[in-house]
Nanobody
């Protein structure tokens, strides 16, 4: 089992920045991917960014160059640094952890970009 605890969402003005954190605990060794999905009202859930097998990263085209995902192995924590935020980035961001065929989800963090 894997537990994910997220933090860092909130309200930010357009052009601003936020950092999301996701602490993983439990059976977290040899994972396949860790990162974030998001779901905006009325839209399907979509991948934002992933760290794959602890090495390579994968980003949605819409966030490339603005969002950066990283991981602190010592703290079992992933971070999503979001810059140049836009109103259409408003969504619930959920931490995601994949190990083998199992998917685990965080509780979700609301990110609202509005003036």
């Amino acid at each position: 089992q894997v537990q994910l605890v997220e933090s860092g969402g909130g309200l930010v003005q357009p052009g601003g920045s936020l950092r999301l954190s996701c602490v993983a605990s439990g059976s977290i060794f040899s994972f396949n991917a860790m990162g974030w999905f998001r779901q905006a009202p009325g839209k399907q859930r979509e991948l934002v960014a992933h760290i794959i097998s602890g090495r390579s990263t994968n980003y949605a085209d819409s966030v490339k160059g603005r969002f950066t995902i990283s991981r602190d192995n010592a703290k079992n924590t992933a971070y999503l640094q979001m810059t140049s935020l836009k109103p259409n980035n408003t969504a619930v961001y959920c931490c995601h952890f994949m190990k083998g065929l199992m998917h685990y989800w965080g509780q979700g963090s609301q990110v609202t970009v509005s003036s």
